[in-house]
């Protein structure tokens, strides 16, 4: 009997963790959504397209990233982003002097996360959401 449990047991875990190694895997093609200035609640919007998992725990995508100012906003951009254990992380480039450091986690309810600028001392955090 402790043996048969110990099996179950141990199928039980291996499934859970295959389960979980999946999902780590899995992106979605494309997703799209908005940030959300914190300070003044401004929003535009931003699109990874083309989504492909690369190997070597990153992703390839086409950014775009719209901004309040549109001589700022990025357009269909190839960029290298890596894969977390909760979801992805990349960088948005430098435009206007101002460059971003983004994360989104998987959540039930959608993507989520952060943004972050490179201007040191402004406090800028951006708000995210995809689906």
Do not use: H
């Not at 397209?49 to 950014?63: E, Y």
């Amino acid at each position: 009997m402790k043996v048969e449990f110990v099996r179950t047991f141990a199928a039980l875990a291996f499934c859970a963790c295959a389960e979980a190694a999946a999902q780590a895997q899995s992106l979605p093609g494309s997703l799209s959504g908005r940030w959300t200035f914190t300070t003044d609640g401004a929003t535009q919007v931003f699109s990874l397209d083309a989504i492909k998992v690369q190997p070597d725990n990153t992703f390839t995508a086409n950014l775009t990233w719209w901004q309040t100012n549109p001589w700022c906003a990025i357009s269909e951009q190839p960029i290298v982003g890596r894969r977390t254990e909760a979801g992805i992380e990349f960088d948005v480039p430098r435009k206007c002097n101002i460059q971003y450091m983004a994360e989104l986690n998987r959540t039930p309810s959608g993507w989520v996360g952060k943004a972050w600028s490179s201007m040191r001392g402004f406090g800028l955090y951006l708000d995210l959401k995809a689906n």
